[in-house]
């Protein structure tokens, strides 16, 4: 079974552990340039934490967030740290970062799957998996994607 590996860009010393121990192949690793959740839409990683931390919901004004972001001097964390802070309001990042991954990975995984069948349900494993919602990050692990979709070519899975 193969395992793919997505890791900040503050990560690349753990990666190059996993390496240098044969525990992974550089292949199958996705180093990102910042932090995985400044690569992910605005709204969708608000939506996913106000998923997760509902006495959140309504707390975010996306469209100043969202302006901050383009200035580049934050990271998003900091960004949606402080906006809560002036509202006294508070979101410790770290604290739940595990399950905003698992709930984004989740979503991708979903929308990936859905993007290689046709209208009837079958997996098509010559259709180039595809994101709406998260395309940067998809473009990003696309050398993954496109490897599975080779591997995966040799099956038509028919679902009854």
Do not use: H, W
């Not at 525990?23 to 998923?51: G, Q, S, Y």
């Not at 990271?75 to 604290?95: G, H, P, R, W």
């Amino acid at each position: 079974m193969d395992f793919f590996l997505f890791l900040d860009g503050d990560a690349k010393d753990k990666s190059e552990e996993l390496l240098r121990g044969g525990l992974m192949k550089k292949e199958d690793i996705v180093i990102f340039d910042k932090d995985i959740e400044d690569e992910i839409p605005v709204n969708e990683l608000i939506n996913k934490i106000e998923t997760i931390r509902t006495e959140l919901k309504g707390s975010f004004d996306i469209e100043e967030i969202e302006k901050e972001k383009k200035a580049g001097k934050k990271t998003i964390k900091k960004i949606l740290e402080d906006s809560l802070y002036f509202k006294d309001q508070s979101l410790d990042f770290n604290s739940i970062k595990v399950e905003l991954a698992k709930a984004i990975s989740e979503e991708v995984e979903k929308e990936l799957k859905e993007s290689t069948r046709d209208e009837r349900g079958t997996y098509c494993g010559d259709i180039t998996p595809r994101s709406e919602k998260y395309s940067e990050i998809v473009e990003k692990i696309r050398p993954i994607s496109d490897s599975i979709k080779k591997i995966s070519t040799d099956f038509f899975i028919v679902k009854k």
